[in-house]
C-alpha cells in the first residue's frame, strides 16, 4: 500500500525536471507543420501578376461562402479577379479552394495569429491576399 | 521603566516576525504555483517581473481592489469576523516557535539606558518561549476551526454551511491524531517548552527516535491544513468552493493568506518537534528553520501535485480506524522503549 504512494511521489518529482511542454508564447513562437492551414493566400507567377484566372471554383467549393470573387476580362482571352475577397471572420480554413484551383493559385499560408479588434480588418482584399506570406 | 522597554522589544520582534511570515506566506503561493506548474510540465506563473516574482504583489492589489461583497441576508458581524479569526490562528502559533538560536546581544543600550535582553531570553530567536509552547499551538492553531464554521454559517449559502461543517468534522478528527503524534515527541524530550525540545535535539533529530509519529504527523497535518488528498472543503464539484464561496476582495485574501499560513506554521511545527528545528551545522541557524521548513511546505505542494482526494466516508475511516490507533500504539512504543532504556 505504501509502496504505490511512494512511486507515485517520485514520478511527479521525474516530471519536475523535465523540459515543461508550454512555452512563452508572445516571446516563443511555437513552430507549426509544413502543412499547417493558417489563412488563403494569392500567388503570383514570376512577373508578379496573379496567377488567379478567376474562374470561380475556390468560390464555389467554399463551404463558408469566405470568398467573392468579381471576374474582368484584359484585351485577348485572359481572365482576372478584379476584386478577390476573403472574409476571415467566416473562412474555416478547411483548404477547399487549395483544392479546388486549377491554376495553384490560391493556397493556405502558414500564419495563425489572426486576432483583431473590428471584424472588418478581416475583410482582406487581393492586395492583401498578394501581400500575406 | 525596564518593563516598558521589554514590552517595545517584544512587540517589535513580533511585528517584524509577522511582516516577514506574511511575506513567506505570499512567495508560498507562488512556490505552490511554480511547483505545480514544473510537475505539470507548464511553466507556471511567469508574466509579472523575472520569473514571476512579484505574482504575489499583483495578487494581492488584485485582491485589495476587487468589490467588497456584502451579503444582505448575512450576518454582518459574524461574516466580517470570520476571515480574522481565521488569519490569526493561522499566524498566532508563530510566536511560540523558535525560529533561530540568537538574534540580538546580551544586552542593547537604547538612549543611553541598558536594557537586559538576556534576562526575559528576548535575545533568542523566539518570541514567546511558553513553558507549556506546544499546548498554546495547539490550542491557538485549533481556533482556526471557528473563523471556518462561523464563516460557512454566516454565509447563508448551503454549499458554505456543508464546507464549514465538512471541515470542522475532518479538522476534529485529525487533531487527535496530530496530537498524539506530539506525545510521542514530548515523551521523548520531557518538556513542552519548544526551545527545550529543541535542544534535546542537539545530537540526533527525533525523526529518528519518532518516525512513525513523524508520519502520522505529516498526514494529519494535511488533514489539518486542508491540503490535497483530504481537502474537502474545496471540492469544487461538490462544494463550490466551500466556506468562501460568498467571500470576496480581501475576506477572501484572508482566508487564503490563513490557508497557506496554516501550511507554513504546521510545517514549522513539525521542522521544531521532529527535524531538530534551527539546529544544522555551518550555516545561520535561521537559515537552517527556513530550509527545513520551506523543504516540508515543498512537500505538502508535492503531495498536492501527486494525489487525487479522498472520499469523506474514506477520510473519516482513515482517521479514526487507522490513524488514530496507529498514533496510539506509538505512543505505547514509545513508552516502553522508554521505561525498558532508562
Redesign the interface.
Same mark, same amino acid.
Given at each position: 500500500m505504501i509502496i504505490p504512494?511512494l512511486k507515485? *511521489?517520485g514520478?511527479? *518529482?521525474e516530471?519536475?525536471f #523535465?523540459?515543461?511542454?508550454?512555452i #512563452?508564447y508572445p516571446e516563443e513562437k511555437r513552430e507549426v507543420s509544413e502543412r499547417f492551414r493558417g489563412h488563403p493566400r494569392l500567388l503570383t507567377d514570376p512577373q508578379g501578376r496573379p496567377l488567379c484566372v478567376a474562374c470561380c471554383l475556390c468560390a464555389t467549393v467554399c463551404p463558408s461562402f469566405a470568398i467573392t470573387i468579381e471576374a474582368a476580362t484584359d484585351g485577348m482571352h485572359q481572365k482576372y479577379p478584379r476584386r478577390f475577397v476573403v472574409d476571415l471572420a467566416r473562412c474555416i480554413y478547411c483548404g477547399f479552394c487549395e483544392e479546388a484551383c486549377p491554376k495553384a493559385a490560391i493556397k493556405l499560408n502558414r500564419r495563425y495569429e489572426l486576432a483583431q479588434y473590428d471584424r472588418n480588418l478581416l475583410i482582406y482584399d487581393k492586395e492583401q491576399l498578394l501581400k500575406s506570406d | 521603566m525596564d518593563w516598558a522597554a521589554l514590552v517595545i522589544v517584544t512587540l517589535v520582534k513580533s511585528l517584524l516576525l509577522i511582516v516577514i511570515l506574511l511575506t513567506a506566506v505570499a512567495y508560498a503561493t507562488l512556490m505552490e504555483r511554480k511547483v505545480l506548474g514544473f510537475m505539470q510540465l507548464r511553466l507556471g506563473p511567469n508574466r509579472t517581473g523575472p520569473w514571476g516574482l512579484l505574482q504575489p504583489l499583483a495578487d494581492g492589489i488584485k485582491l485589495l481592489f476587487k468589490e467588497d461583497l456584502m451579503l444582505p441576508v448575512a450576518e454582518r458581524s459574524l461574516y466580517a469576523l470570520a476571515p480574522a479569526i481565521s488569519a490569526v490562528a493561522a499566524l498566532a502559533p508563530f510566536l511560540a516557535i523558535p525560529f533561530a538560536d540568537r538574534v540580538a546581544p546580551d544586552t542593547i543600550t537604547f538612549w543611553g539606558r541598558t536594557i537586559d535582553l538576556a534576562q526575559y531570553s528576548l535575545n533568542r530567536g523566539v518570541v514567546a518561549d511558553l513553558p507549556g509552547g506546544v499546548l498554546f499551538i495547539l490550542a491557538i492553531s485549533s481556533l482556526g476551526i471557528y473563523g471556518v464554521v462561523i464563516g460557512g454559517w454566516a454565509s447563508d449559502n448551503r454549499y458554505s454551511l456543508l464546507g464549514g461543517i465538512r471541515v470542522t468534522a475532518q479538522m476534529i478528527s485529525y487533531e487527535l491524531a496530530l496530537g498524539m503524534a506530539i506525545i510521542g515527541v514530548l515523551m521523548v524530550a520531557g518538556s513542552m517548552r519548544m526551545s527545550a525540545i529543541v535542544e534535546a535535539q542537539r545530537n540526533i533529530w527525533f525523526i529518528v527516535y519518532q518516525p512513525f509519529g513523524f508520519v502520522i504527523y505529516l498526514i494529519a497535518a494535511l488533514a489539518e491544513a486542508c491540503r490535497t488528498p483530504f481537502d474537502l472543503i474545496e471540492c469544487e464539484n461538490e462544494l463550490v468552493a466551500g466556506y468562501h464561496t460568498e467571500y470576496s476582495s480581501m475576506k477572501f485574501g484572508l482566508f487564503q493568506l490563513a490557508e497557506y499560513a496554516h501550511i507554513i506554521t504546521i510545517s514549522a511545527i513539525a521542522t521544531t518537534l521532529f527535524l531538530g528545528g534551527w539546529q544544522g551545522p555551518w550555516l545561520p541557524s535561521g537559515v537552517w528553520f527556513v530550509g527545513k521548513t520551506f523543504a516540508l511546505v515543498f512537500f505538502f505542494i508535492w503531495v498536492r501535485a501527486t494525489f487525487p482526494r479522498v472520499r469523506f466516508d474514506q477520510l473519516m475511516d482513515f482517521g479514526w480506524k487507522l490513524l488514530l490507533p496507529a498514533a496510539l500504539a506509538n505512543i505505547l512504543l514509545t513508552g516502553v522503549i522508554l521505561v525498558v532504556w532508562r
Open positions: 504512494f507515485g *511521489l514520478k511527479t *518529482l516530471q519536475c #523535465r523540459k515543461p511542454i508550454t #512563452r | -
